[in-house]
């Protein structure tokens, strides 16, 4: 099967996979005891307010039309209204993404570099005390729950050693002469893109200790598939042929074996990272990190259900996207999948 071929019938797996999870998220949502709009108000309210505020929202027609106007607002690009305030949840998504895609970005590129490099050592020293102690640690750090490791930092770094701020995403009072002007989002590259060096350090400083905790919580899964495949990469004879041409073991490790080894740390990377988007909640919440995390526990908080379901569903595709994605780069890298 060439590539073209098999792009397109990933892509067309795809699209049942993204109405299924559209059809179950609004299932469920509507089999959970209650009334959303009468949780909205919590007390006793006026019938003539109440049948307002559905038919502002839509929740006054038959389910069946409820479900094809969801539908139809989604592939729109159109997640419907807040129940708090009634502004457009598509704007609300669109200005927290950003923060939660900064924050998983470099959590993902930290993971990742200290995984692989990990990793590697332990399949090099394979059954000593240096390998006992990174598996150990890959173990440790893996089970750990984030909110606790984020808490420990927080205590650590900047109740007792006051180095690093305890959350938020900028210094509120630096805001005004360094905050980054909105470019991308993203406020590390929007800070570079505009030479404010001042308003990159801050932003650095207020993401080392996520990062950390997202991170580390993240490497576990890498330092144990490198190794993994490391050591069943070592034993190649392509391997043995370099280390008998007098080649470097850096050369050997790392041009060889490792990139070798690469294709199946390449796939989760990117389920990882996926799920990285989706699940950097309770990082965020330990933070205070104004990203879709934070953002949809507010939205629980608020008993908003128009808008815990434009979360969920933003969510759910962009992972199915990112996966999507993930198939076609493995695909590429290596032939034997499109067979």
């Not at 539908?71 to 729109?76: A, K, N, Q, T, V």
């Not at 391997?239 to 073991?249: H, K, N, Q, T």
């Not at 699940?279 to 965020?284: K, P, Q, S």
């Amino acid at each position: 099967m060439s590539l073209r071929s098999y792009i397109v019938s990933r892509v067309l797996l795809t699209i049942p996979m993204i109405m299924l999870l559209l059809t179950l998220v609004f299932v469920i949502l509507r089999v959970v005891p209650g009334d959303p709009a009468l949780l909205h108000f919590e007390k006793s309210v006026d019938p003539e307010v109440l049948a307002q505020f559905r038919a502002t929202l839509g929740l006054d027609k038959p389910l069946l039309d409820q479900y094809f106007d969801y539908l139809g607002g989604i592939f729109r690009g159109d997640f419907g209204l807040s129940m708090q305030d009634f502004a457009p949840i598509t704007e609300h998504l669109v200005g927290r993404f950003p923060a939660t895609l900064e924050l998983a970005i470099y959590s993902m590129l930290f993971a990742v570099g200290l995984g692989i490099f990990l990793g590697v050592k332990s399949s090099k020293k394979y059954d000593s005390n240096t390998d006992q102690g990174i598996r150990l640690f890959g173990i440790v750090t893996y089970a750990i729950p984030v909110f606790f490791l984020g808490m420990i930092f927080q205590f650590v770094f900047s109740i007792w050693l006051d180095l690093l701020p305890t959350g938020q995403r900028f210094d509120p009072r630096l805001w005004r002469d360094y905050g980054p002007a909105r470019i991308t989002g993203l406020y590390t590259i929007d800070t570079l893109l505009t030479g404010n060096i001042v308003g990159f350090v801050t932003s650095v400083r207020y993401l080392i200790l996520p990062v950390l905790s997202l991170g580390l919580i993240l490497c576990g899964v890498f330092i144990r598939l490198t190794r993994t495949n490391m050591l069943e990469t070592l034993t190649q004879d392509f391997v043995v042929a370099a280390e008998a041409r007098g080649l470097s073991d850096r050369v050997v490790t790392y041009s060889y074996a490792l990139k070798n080894a690469f294709l199946p740390i390449l796939t989760m990377i990117g389920l990882q990272f996926a799920i990285l988007l989706a699940g950097a909640i309770l990082t965020e919440t330990t933070f205070n990190w104004p990203g879709l995390g934070t953002y949809l526990v507010g939205r629980i908080d608020h008993r908003d259900y128009t808008a815990i379901q434009g979360t969920v569903v933003f969510f759910g595709i962009l992972v199915t996207l990112v996966s999507l994605f993930v198939d076609i780069l493995y695909a590429y890298f290596d032939p034997r999948i499109r067979l």
